[in-house]
T-cell receptor, first 112, second 114 residues
């Protein structure tokens, strides 16, 4: 019952560059969330964007949502070594609003 | 210090044994969740609970059982019926259930069954 799917699966960039990850989903959603997971740890919530919003910012993070294309992107500007982690999008389950479904994630590696 | 705790961090069991993973939260959250994560994969929902004394099966509930007798606690039992129990198990909680609530995660329990 996978809903969101991140792209690329893995991404390596130099420190200081911007990192962009994408999430595509199949059916209409109410909300979309982005989470970060450091290796071997629990997930940390980053941003929630509602279906009637197009863009949200939080510090160096920028999330966009295009409901016509059923896609979202997460941009991390001026990347740092500490940004090395896996990033997951999570959306409503199909026809259900009592739980969310996570994608498989993008593994981001920031090179020094 | 508010948060969600899981214990133990690492757990080793022999095949055929049941094992219970602990999850406790002091955030006064109504909803709690158990996820399973396999290497390089996303999270798959095992069980979730929207309120005390109530819980629902997620996408991969077979071989698992839960209870929600207290608001703060949502233990997960991995039974011998679970065919591939070795995995990283994550517990989460949220103020309410639904996609408009952010989930708070515990640090996880890595279970190895041999």
């Amino acid at each position: 019952s996978q809903q969101g799917e991140e792209d690329p699966q893995a991404l390596s960039i130099q420190e200081g560059e911007n990192a962009t990850m994408n999430c595509s989903y199949k059916t209409s959603i109410n909300n979309l969330q982005w989470y970060r997971q450091n290796s071997g740890r629990g997930l940390v919530h980053l941003i929630l964007i509602r279906s009637n919003e197009r863009e949200k910012h939080s510090g160096r993070l920028r999330v966009t949502l295009d409901t016509s294309k059923k896609s979202s992107s997460l941009l991390i500007t001026a990347s740092r070594a500490a940004d090395t982690a896996s990033y997951f999008c999570a959306t409503d389950a199909r026809n259900r609003d009592d739980k969310i479904i996570f994608g498989k994630g993008t593994r981001l590696h920031i090179l020094p | 210090d508010g948060g969600i705790t899981q214990s133990p961090k690492y757990l080793f069991r022999k095949e055929g044994q049941n094992v219970t993973l602990s999850c406790e939260q002091n955030l006064n959250h109504d909803a709690m969740y158990w996820y399973r994560q396999d290497p390089g994969q996303g999270l798959r929902l095992i069980y979730y609970s929207q309120i005390v004394n109530d819980f629902q099966k997620g996408d991969i509930a077979e071989g698992y059982s839960v209870s929600r007798e207290k608001k703060e606690s949502f233990p997960l039992t991995v039974t011998s019926a679970q065919k591939n129990p070795t995995a990283f198990y994550l517990c989460a909680s949220s103020m309410g259930s639904g996609s408009h609530y952010e989930q708070y995660f515990g640090p996880g329990t890595r279970l190895t069954v041999t």
